[in-house]
């Protein structure tokens, strides 16, 4: 007996180098591929979207004599100076509709969207004079297309010139006039979206009013972002409102797509688990044979740790063609197919179907599929493994262990 658990030990050390190595080789898949597919989905679709608040200024030019030296002489020259007066944004109202679709490169999935925004907001001409105020517009990032591009002052569209990720134009303001500036735009993105009120630094904002639709459910607002004043489910998302009288802050608005379950890193995560499943199923087996008095060879023990092993194999190439969850079920149902056939011709039907078959559906399957559920994987299996101590503990608490570990003298020899 002591010799046959030695032997099951060193199968299950082996497995477990070999699982090791499985994992190992979906982790390098996935992330040595990450760069080359995250660079093809931004080249593609988009990057993360940071939109800032436009802005509206004038230039004033007035010309001053300087005494200068020419030659030996004083000549008085004129230098003209230029002042930049930048027009205060009385009131901002922005609508944003995000709309999240998922797309899969290699062994990961990408939270790409689109969006629609549009936004109005209302300068003042502060100057006692009409002025060519410009209006600039900083897109929220070179890598994008913007399709559906508005931009009207007081509702007459404007002549665009871009620069430096900008557009601009130029339009005459009267003198302490209200100038209504529209811009709008439809575009892609990837990850998350934000709305800047004045870059990294503290600004201030009045009047201000934000509506977002999203088209799903599972919204998160990163870390030092402005959480909505008021927010409503909606069939198929929310509809968020950040609303602002007088705001005086350094944060921004943001939003983070939700992520799909990534199926490399998850394959990865399951094998690298896979040797607690098998010691599970090794145990009660073993725990079951020895009460039974059912034989079964270290050699049985081996060609079931492989059964478990095709498994987590299977699984690991299986997710690069089809979901994640259709792989799972696959793998699983070969797995456990491989096992209950095996068996079967091992120690008979009953047992295969029965005790062989509900052990790795439990241990291998389910001890898996916990990895599903994201924040409770941990307590998942740690309330499986005390169910399970519980119950071997109270079959086995009559179980006379000096017996079965008795070393039985050679027939024939006398003791």
Do not use: C
């Not at 735009?185 to 977002?212: A, C, I, K, P, T």
């Not at 050699?299 to 478990?308: D, E, G, I």
């Not at 047992?351 to 599903?372: C, G, K, P, T």
């Not at 998942?380 to 519980?390: K, M, R, V, Y």
Request: glycine share 6%; hydrophobic share 45%.
């Amino acid at each position: 007996m002591t010799k046959r658990i030695i032997a099951i030990i060193f199968i299950f050390i082996l497995t477990t180098i070999a699982w090791a190595i499985l994992g190992g080789t979906i982790l390098t898949r996935t992330y040595d591929s990450s760069l080359v597919s995250s660079n093809r989905v931004e080249s593609t679709w988009g990057t993360r979207h940071n939109q800032g608040t436009p802005t509206a200024l004038f230039k004033t030019y007035t010309q001053r004599p300087q005494e200068v030296v020419e030659g030996g002489l004083k000549v008085t020259r004129y230098v003209t100076d230029e002042t930049v007066t930048v027009l205060p944004l009385e009131a901002s109202k922005i609508d944003v509709n995000l709309n999240l679709e998922h797309r899969q490169k290699g062994l990961l999935w990408y939270s790409t969207y689109k969006v629609d925004f549009l936004g109005q907001y209302s300068f003042r001409n502060i100057s006692m004079l009409e002025q060519a105020v410009q209006f600039d517009l900083k897109f929220p990032t070179q890598q994008a297309i913007y399709d559906n591009l508005t931009f009207t002052v007081d509702g007459v569209p404007s002549a665009l010139t871009t620069n430096n990720n900008a557009a601009t134009a130029v339009v005459k303001v009267g003198p302490n006039k209200t100038a209504q500036l529209v811009v709008g735009y439809s575009s892609q993105g990837l990850d998350e979206w934000r709305y800047s009120f004045g870059g990294s630094d503290v600004s201030q904002v009045r009047d201000f009013s934000l509506n977002m639709k999203t088209n799903f459910k599972d919204i998160d607002f990163p870390d030092n972002t402005l959480s909505p004043s008021t927010k409503a489910e909606t069939g198929n998302g929310w509809d968020l409102t950040w609303s602002f009288k007088n705001l005086l802050s350094g944060y921004q608005i943001a939003m983070v797509m939700p992520e799909k379950l990534q199926p490399g890193p998850l394959a990865g995560r399951i094998s690298f688990f896979a040797p607690v499943s098998l010691f599970f199923f090794f145990f009660l087996m073993l725990i079951i044979t020895t009460m039974r008095g059912i034989d079964l060879h270290p050699m049985n023990y081996f060609f079931l740790a492989a059964a478990f092993f095709s498994f987590h194999l299977l699984l690991a190439y299986l997710v690069d063609h089809i979901s994640i969850h259709a792989s799972f079920a696959i793998a699983a149902a070969v797995s456990i197919f491989l096992v209950v056939s095996y068996l079967r011709l091992v120690v008979g039907i009953r047992f295969a179907s029965r005790e062989a078959a509900l052990a790795q559906f439990i241990y291998l399957v389910m001890f898996s599929y916990a990895f599903f559920l994201k924040g409770f994987t941990g307590l998942a299996i740690t309330i499986g493994s005390i169910l399970t101590l519980f119950v071997v503990m109270q079959v086995t608490g009559r179980v006379r262990w000096a017996e079965k570990f008795e070393i039985k003298a050679p027939v024939g020899e006398v003791s």
